[in-house]
Nanobody, 126 residues
């Protein structure tokens, strides 16, 4: 069973940065792709980006390029989402998710990820 525990959310001012963490427990972590999603109140969940654990290759939604960075720490079994130059429209609940590396289809559909964290709230406000 894969378990994901998120942390690091909170209040941040516009223009500042924030790093979210997702602690991973998995039998063979290299067999998974880890995705980050966000969901604002009353809106659909949207794909931010993903990382392949085996070599750290990343894939980003268009809006996330240049302001979001996904990394992983092999020693700590943790996936990170770094947000740079935060904007009020980044306010959302952020989720990490895991799917097998050989799933069919693109990275962005939430249905490709069977395992999900509990989510962490990010609020960008002055």
């Amino acid at each position: 069973q894969v378990q994901l525990v998120e942390s690091g959310g909170g209040l941040v001012q516009p223009g500042d940065s924030l790093r979210l963490s997702c602690a991973v427990s998995a039998p063979s972590v290299s067999n998974y792709v880890f995705g980050w999603f966000r969901q604002a109140p009353g809106e659909e969940r949207e794909f931010v980006g993903a990382i392949r654990w085996s070599h750290g290759g990343t894939y980003y939604n268009e809006f996330a390029k240049g302001r979001f960075t996904i990394t992983r720490d092999n020693a700590e079994n943790t996936v990170y989402l770094q947000l740079w130059r935060a904007k009020p429209e980044d306010t959302a609940v952020y989720y990490c998710a895991a799917g097998l590396i050989d799933f069919y289809g693109p990275y962005d559909p939430p249905s490709q990820y069977p395992y999900w964290g509990q989510g962490t709230q990010v609020t960008v406000s002055s």
